[in-house]
């Protein structure tokens, strides 16, 4: 994992570099038991928001990460760098799993980043993930991959395809 300097560290702000260090580590090594500790993580009200769900509140984060465990093999985040700013950091991920229903042999991957604030105990008070549903899942399924890959070439400027970054 790699990251940018902080800023130096005020008093009353909360060191936003090492706030974020921790939370990379728990991502990458959560486990459903692990679950139970995201009160140490999140303030009781932090709101957590991805391309599929919009809730607040540990208890509605933590079924979140449950749900992710019940329906995926091997679920797993590796997170990439992270920067730090303020009371804010970004960090860049990679989500490898694969389906439990559906092509269950083919190992899947997800690059996405997440957007996080920090309250002045350096716990997540917003959790906002970017992905990109189309390229990363959409387009991966049988049916609906056609018309998402279809899509995207109909919208996009004729250019030479640049490789997918690896996972």
């Keep these: 994992m790699t990251h940018l300097p902080d800023s130096p560290h ?4 909360p060191d936003a570099h090492a706030a974020a260090a921790r939370l990379a580590q ?4 959560l486990t459903p038991a692990r679950l ?15 391309p599929f769900n919009d809730v607040q509140g540990v208890p509605a984060i933590r079924a979140i990460f449950a749900h992710m465990f019940e329906s995926l093999e091997q679920p797993r985040f590796v997170v990439t760098q ?6 804010q950091a970004f960090l860049q991920w990679e989500f490898h799993f694969r389906m439990k229903r559906w092509r269950a042999q083919v190992p899947q991957c997800i690059h996405g ?9 350096g716990r997540v008070t917003l959790h906002r993930d970017y992905w990109d ?17 279809w899509l995207r070439q109909a919208g996009s400027t004729p250019l030479p395809p640049s490789p997918s970054p690896p996972c």
């Design 10 to 13: 005020l008093p009353g702000v």
């Design 113 to 121: 980043g997440t957007l996080v604030h920090f309250d002045a105990q």
């Design 26 to 29: 728990l991502y990458e090594q």
């Design 133 to 149: 549903t189309a390229e990363e899942l959409y387009e991966k399924l049988p049916v609906l991959g056609r018309l998402m890959r």
């Design 82 to 87: 992270h920067v730090a700013q303020g009371q």
């Design 36 to 50: 139970a500790q995201l009160d140490d993580y999140y303030a009781p009200e932090a709101r957590f928001k991805d």
